[in-house]
């Protein structure tokens, strides 16, 4: 089935560890984007990638790296995590057009 | 930069029909969207309408655009219990792919 694979469902990570959030899609999407999904806060843009080889910064950037090396990759890391990051996070891609997104079904992650 | 806000929370009974508002200020948009966030799962396209269009409609669910006001509805008809979920309104600058997403709105289904 077609769409956006996130990794892992959910996580437990302690203050300070590193950590990788993976998201691929199999739709030849140009376009990606990271978002987190805070009560109260609504979606926030942390980094997007309009094409392979490219990525921008979002609303809330910092603490986050992302890559884009390929079309269908584009994994979002944390070099040092914080408890203010836990949040669910959603990966998202587009093929332009009137389509709008795709979303992944998302990863809870708590830094404890 | 552009904006859109919606309220943050809808109580309806079963069968009534819901409304769900939305506003936003980019007058460039080009497209308008409404997604719909089930508990624990991701954000799926419910409907899109785009710019130049007043009305839409598909099955229960009407979307009304009054481009002047910047005013986007979602109007659901004879509400179920499966509808209760996160509504999310989006828009699409005339450049570019990016969306700009509002709060969302949390509707709640009474039986």
């Known amino acids: 089935i077609a769409g956006i694979t996130q990794a892992p469902t959910s996580q437990i990570l302690a203050a300070g560890r590193r950590m990788t959030l993976r998201c691929t899609q199999d739709m030849r999407h140009n376009a990606m984007y990271w978002y987190r999904q805070d009560l109260g806060l609504g979606l926030r843009l942390i980094h997007y990638s309009n094409t392979a080889g490219t990525t921008g910064k979002g609303e809330v950037p910092d603490g986050y790296s992302v890559s884009r090396a390929n079309t269908d990759d584009f994994p979002l890391t944390l070099a040092s995590a914080v408890p203010s990051q836990t949040s669910v996070y959603f990966c998202?891609?587009?093929?332009?057009?009137?389509?709008?997104?795709?979303f992944g079904s998302g990863t809870r992650l708590t830094v404890v | 930069g552009e904006d859109v806000e919606q309220s943050l929370f809808l109580s309806v009974r079963e069968g009534d029909s819901s409304v769900i508002n939305c506003t936003y200020t980019?007058?460039?948009?080009?497209?308008l969207y409404w997604y719909k966030q089930e508990p624990g799962a991701g954000l799926q396209l419910l409907t899109y309408i785009f710019s130049n269009m007043d009305m839409k409609q598909d099955q229960r669910l009407t979307v009304l655009l009054n481009k002047k006001d910047k005013h986007l509805s979602l109007r659901i008809a004879d509400t179920q219990t499966g509808d209760s979920a996160i509504y999310f309104c989006a828009e699409k600058e005339d450049a570019g792919n990016m969306l700009t997403f509002g709060g969302g709105t949390r509707l709640m289904v009474k039986p």
């Open positions: 980019d007058s460039s948009s080009t497209y």
């Open positions: 998202a891609s587009s093929g332009g057009g009137i389509r709008g997104y795709t």
